[in-house]
């Protein structure tokens, strides 16, 4: 059973382009939530995703959008780039939306914005 | 406006000896809290939680109290141990499909 990952690694960006980051959840999880951890803070919550339905979303702007497919995999989109998205980019996955369901975090992608 | 504060960014202490670990919350309803440990290069993993009806819970080396008059809630590890040197995170929710809220973390430091 492998665990969740994600892709880039790694990732350096001109501010005002757009990016795509991308993540495959743990078996059998149809949850994926995304976060931002800018750096010396806590993940920020950006939004989640259940059976390929947006199910609830921090405070982010509109430019930061997601898609979730079939195989629960998901994408995290950013447009318009600006400094401030330099961050580490954390995608969790867990099996339905109970928060007691424990939450499995990928290693992250590391986002540049120069 | 921080609902979950870690004041301490770092905390360094002796093989063997306890660490504890603070966070302080603002918003009255949370009720359940988490503890999630990050090393570098990899995402944060699930530690131990609590839910607000009990005061108390352990699990091996790992115990969390919850004061909830107080807002607040701790972390013992016993005894420490080098492999704990991380950065750990607490989160609370509140009830229903809510997400987490997390501290901005703090770096543990255990001496051989």
């Known amino acids: 059973e492998t665990g969740v990952t994600q892709s880039p690694t790694h990732l350096i960006k001109t501010r005002g382009q757009q990016v795509t980051l991308r993540c495959s959840s743990q078996?059998?999880?149809?949850?994926v939530s995304w976060y931002q951890q800018a750096l010396g803070q806590g993940p920020q919550f950006i939004f989640q995703?259940?059976?390929?339905?947006?199910?609830g979303r921090g405070n982010f702007p509109p430019r930061f959008s997601g898609l979730q497919f079939p195989n629960y995999s998901s994408e995290l989109n950013v447009n318009a780039l600006e400094l401030d998205d330099s961050a580490l980019y954390l995608c969790?996955?867990?099996?339905?939306?109970?928060?007691?369901?424990?939450?499995?975090f990928g290693p992250g992608t590391r986002l540049t914005v120069l | 406006d921080q609902q979950v504060k870690q004041n301490s960014p770092s905390l360094s202490v002796q093989e063997g000896r306890i660490s504890i670990l603070n966070c302080d919350y603002t918003?009255?309803?949370?009720?359940?809290f988490l503890w999630y440990k990050k090393y570098p290069a990899e995402g944060p993993t699930f530690l131990i939680s609590?839910?607000?009806?009990?005061d108390k819970n352990e699990d091996g080396r790992f115990t969390v109290f919850l004061n909830k008059s107080a807002k607040h809630l701790s972390l013992h590890i016993v005894p420490s141990q080098p492999g704990d040197s991380a950065v750990y995170f607490c989160?609370?929710?509140?009830?229903?499909?809510?997400?987490?809220?997390f501290g901005k973390g703090t770096r543990l430091s255990v001496i051989a």
């Open positions: 609590i839910s607000s009806i009990k």
């Open positions: 918003n009255s309803m949370f009720d359940y």
């Open positions: 078996s059998g999880h149809n949850t």
């Open positions: 989160a609370a929710s509140q009830p229903g499909n809510t997400p987490l809220v």
């Open positions: 995703y259940y059976r390929e339905e947006e199910n």
């Open positions: 969790a996955s867990r099996s339905g939306l109970a928060v007691y369901n424990e939450q499995f």
